[in-house]
């Protein structure tokens, strides 16, 4: 069973960039395909981008594609979401999930884009 633990949030200013990492501990990480999903305050999960197991397909949501990548890392464990131009509807918990409702994600990082 792998256990996930997101990290990396933070306030940034709008056009600003962010790294948020996703480590998992537990058997079998390299072979899931793995989604990042956001939750805005007062609105549900939000799918945002997918990869699959041997990283070498990726997926985004419309609202994000051009701005963000996904990356994995099958030796580390760990998955990323690289974020740039950053804009204020960007700002949610961002959850590192084994499938696009998110499942199995963790506790959350909050990213926050305000000037």
């Known amino acids: 069973q792998v256990q996930l633990v997101e990290s990396g949030g933070g306030l940034v200013q709008p056009g600003g960039s962010l790294r948020l990492s996703c480590a998992a501990s537990g058997y079998g990480f390299s072979i899931y395909a793995l989604s990042w999903v956001r939750q805005a305050p007062g609105k549900g999960l939000e799918w945002v981008s997918a990869?699959?197991?041997?990283?070498?397909?990726?997926y985004y949501a419309d609202s994000v594609k051009g701005r963000f990548t996904i990356s994995r890392d099958n030796v580390k464990n760990t998955l990323y979401l690289q974020m740039n131009s950053l804009k204020p509807e960007d700002t949610a918990v961002y959850y590192c999930?084994?499938?696009?409702?998110?499942?199995?994600r963790g506790q959350g990082t909050q990213v926050t884009v305000s000037s």
């Open positions: 990869i699959n197991s041997g990283g070498d397909s990726t």
């Open positions: 999930g084994k499938d696009r409702k998110g499942s199995g």
